[in-house]
T-cell receptor, first 111, second 112 residues
Framework: QKEVEQNSGPLSVPEGAIASLNCTYS??????FFWYRQYSGKSPELIMF????GDKEDGRFTAQLNKASQYVSLLIRDSQPSDSATYLC???????????FGIGTKLQVIP | EAQVTQNPRYLITVTGKKLTVTCSQN?????MSWYRQDPGLGLRQIYY???????DKGDVPEGYKVSRKEKRNFPLILESPSPNQTSLYFC???????????FGSGTRLTVV
């Protein structure tokens, strides 16, 4: 089982809709969780991090963490064509000095 | 401007010819890391460093070397590149692993 699992997509949503991106992980000791956005040909850019169970909101973005079910999700409200990118889920496993990434989900926002 | 600078951006080389990809950060970050990104495999960690003279292997260290002689620099060395090292490489740094990495612009390496 991969440490971080994401559906590669593409996930297509109409402009103005809510995009929901999901990620599951295998290590129950994981303690810090991250969402990055990567435009084609560019480097990953940190959107949000979350440590505690529940929701964390930042503008149009909401990260959700459920440690009991071992998943983390990212909601993008009022999706815009400029949100079209690959979204990478990442985590830091407890006690380890490394950050592991999923393969990313490609999001397409259709005008 | 706070940034992670990688050079070169693009590199085509031949099998067996030693090369170095440089990485420098101006944010006084303790942690630095190298990742490679391949289609269908995502970002995989090659090596990381917790501070000067402290480095450790990531998930795919074979064929790579690193050094951390100064806090700001973390070069990636391929002593004898092979075609399976053709990839997109990213350097990243952070002051804390719980805050997320800042990535450089990437180096696209082709080994022929």
């Amino acid at each position: 089982q991969k440490e971080v699992e994401q559906n590669s997509g593409p996930l297509s949503v109409p402009e103005g809709a809510i995009a929901s991106l999901n990620c599951t992980y295998s290590d129950r000791g994981s303690q810090s969780f991250f969402w990055y956005r990567q435009y084609s040909g560019k480097s990953p850019e940190l959107i949000m991090f979350i440590y505690s169970n529940g929701d964390k909101e930042d503008g149009r973005f909401t990260a959700q963490l459920n440690k009991a079910s071992q998943y983390v999700s990212l909601l993008i409200r009022d999706s815009q064509p400029s949100d079209s990118a690959t979204y990478l889920c990442a985590l830091r496993s407890g006690g380890y000095q490394k950050v592991t990434f999923g393969i990313g989900t490609k999001l397409q926002v259709i005008p | 401007e706070a940034q992670v600078t990688q050079n070169p951006r693009y590199l085509i080389t031949v099998t067996g010819k030693k090369l170095t990809v440089t990485c420098s950060q101006n944010m006084n970050h303790e942690y630095m890391s190298w990742y490679r990104q391949d289609p269908g495999l995502g970002l995989r960690q090659i090596y990381y460093s917790m501070n000067v003279e402290v480095t450790d292997k990531g998930d795919v260290p074979e064929g790579y070397k690193v050094s951390r002689k100064e806090k700001r620099n973390f070069p990636l060395i391929l002593e004898s590149p092979s075609p399976n090292q053709t990839s997109l490489y990213f350097c990243a740094s952070t002051t804390s692993l719980d805050y997320g990495y800042t990535f450089g612009s990437g180096t696209r390496l082709t080994v022929v």
